[in-house]
């Protein structure tokens, strides 16, 4: 890949700077490299998914991502019945891009039908939560909770978009994928399912969004999985934007004129998931101990430096440390130690090593670190490289052993929406500890704040406790634009093409 971007890099440093891209016809050129399943954001949950949906939709609050500050943005007031009942009042004057009128009408049918099981939702943790969602007027709802749930604010700032009603139910989530209608600053122009979606300025978003109006006329996002290809197009002035560029490759680019390469440390994390499961596809992530040496021979603090970079941070236990309940006090702590993997191994039947099906699905390059630490102690990690839904899909068949995951919370500032989606007892959870699973569901549920500290604490030193898991670090997300284009990096790991002006 180095050599790729090197010969790639010759020919720009000859001719000057690229092109002025888009900058003529106020357009944004991205893409990403993970194609969503499904547009409609409570059938996705891949990081595309949910950029688009903050593009194309609206939820009822908003969190402003440097302050943290809740704001109305659907809604504009809320206040707590009691402590299951959540009241709010609706903005008038909104419309959909379709022309329809924004109500409580909407806000029932869309949270109802979400968070109904039958009907899948990819992530249930994002709507278990809700009992019954009642209309008081045509401008004002009632949320009521199954228990109480102290994180229904951040939920309802960040993965729980309003649909239009009436459309909705017509078309389903199939047809909302085809022909997404929201009431967000950007509308679908066109999507070619797979391939690209077009979004172009709303002109009639509300004025009192905490959104303001977008700037530019239009972003063109392409899915092109394959890098190379990315870059290439980046570099040819094909491409204004994208993210998720390897480290050394962003700084490559960034040092180019007519380029720019900026980064920062996001909520998400990285980490490996065992399939500790009693009937699951690999006998020797029954045992504690082979689990123990997966955790001493991953060197996570020269990963960390020297291959992730950008503000990333190490990590002891499996959520991100600025989420509410994240902690790593008491949790057990594995230092780099190969000789103490290979013993454990050899405690554990497998001195002659362990050869398993190694899954992923983004940052490859940093997936095939892992692998040479694990090679390095024996273990033979065979990398099976997937788009997100099938890897995810595999391994809720009970088919996957071991993975290489990374989960940004929905970008939701509390562990609720990280740790309890992939040992909370839900479709994610392939280790099933009846312990830990009521440890998270007291840190979901109490309204004592101390008493979810403590809880999700319990939960997350058991979790490290028993090697469920190898926390590895914080991701950060490297970007390469075009030198003329004037952008912000967020914590949340999501672009605002709204703010976006070219220079």
Not at 408 to 420: E, F, I, L, Q, Y
Request: contains cysteine; neutral net charge; hydrophobic residues 40%.
């Amino acid at each position: 890949m180095r050599r790729t971007i090197r010969a790639l890099l010759v020919p720009l440093l000859l001719a000057g700077s690229p092109a002025l891209a888009d900058k003529a016809s106020n357009s944004i050129r991205f893409a990403y490299d993970q194609v969503p399943e499904n547009i409609d954001p409570y059938f996705n949950n891949v990081r595309a998914g949910v950029i688009i949906s903050q593009h194309v939709w609206d939820t009822l609050i908003y969190r402003d991502p440097t302050s943290g500050a809740y704001r109305g943005q659907l809604a504009t007031a809320w206040r707590y019945l009691d402590d299951k009942t959540l009241e709010l009042d609706l903005r008038t004057g909104v419309k959909f891009h379709d022309g329809t009128e924004f109500t409580a009408e909407d806000v029932v049918f869309t949270l109802t039908y979400a968070s109904k099981p039958e009907n899948k939702a990819t992530t249930q943790a994002n709507v278990n939560w809700i009992a019954k969602v009642e209309a008081v007027t045509p401008h004002k709802v009632r949320i009521h909770t199954k228990q109480a749930f102290p994180a229904a604010i951040d939920y309802l700032s960040g993965p729980l978009v309003m649909h239009p009603a009436k459309y909705y139910e017509r078309v389903g989530p199939k047809g909302m994928n085809e022909k997404p209608v929201g009431s967000g600053p950007f509308r679908v122009a066109s999507h070619v399912i797979g391939k690209s979606l077009t979004l172009e300025r709303n002109p009639d978003y509300f004025k009192d969004s905490p959104k303001p109006a977008a700037k530019v006329g239009k972003v063109e996002i392409r899915f092109i999985p394959d890098r190379q290809t990315q870059m290439a197009e980046v570099m040819a002035g094909g491409l204004d934007f994208i993210m998720n560029v390897p480290k050394d490759q962003a700084e490559q680019i960034g040092a180019v004129p007519g380029f720019q390469a900026r980064s920062g440390e996001t909520m998400r994390i990285a980490f490996l998931h065992f399939n500790a499961l009693p009937d699951g596809p690999v006998e020797a992530f029954r045992d504690e101990r082979v689990r123990r040496a997966f955790n001493h021979a991953i060197n996570k603090e020269a990963l960390t430096k020297e291959l992730v970079g950008g503000g990333s941070r190490a990590l002891v236990t499996p959520c991100f440390y600025g989420q509410f309940g994240c902690t790593d006090e008491g949790a057990t702590r594995y230092a780099y130690d190969p000789a103490k993997a290979k013993a454990l191994l050899q405690e554990a039947g497998h001195a002659s090593g362990l050869s398993v099906d190694f899954y992923a699905y983004r940052e490859r390059q940093q997936a095939e670190a892992v692998i040479n630490d694990l090679q390095a102690v024996g273990i033979k990690a065979n990398l099976r490289y997937l788009q997100y839904a099938a890897m995810r899909d595999q391994m809720r068949a009970n088919k996957v052993g071991i993975s290489f995951q990374t989960w940004g919370s929905n970008s939701v500032s509390d562990v609720s929406a990280s740790t309890p989606v992939y040992f909370g007892g839900g479709s994610d959870d392939v280790s099933r500890d009846g312990e830990i699973q009521a440890l998270l569901r007291t840190g979901d549920t109490s309204v004592d704040p101390e008493a979810r500290k403590v809880a999700y604490r319990k939960a997350l030193a058991l979790i490290t406790e028993r090697a469920y898991t190898v926390p590895l670090y914080t991701v950060p997300n490297h970007y390469v634009a075009s030198a003329n284009l004037n952008f912000a990096v967020y914590p949340d790991e999501t672009p605002r093409f709204w703010e976006m002006t070219w220079k």
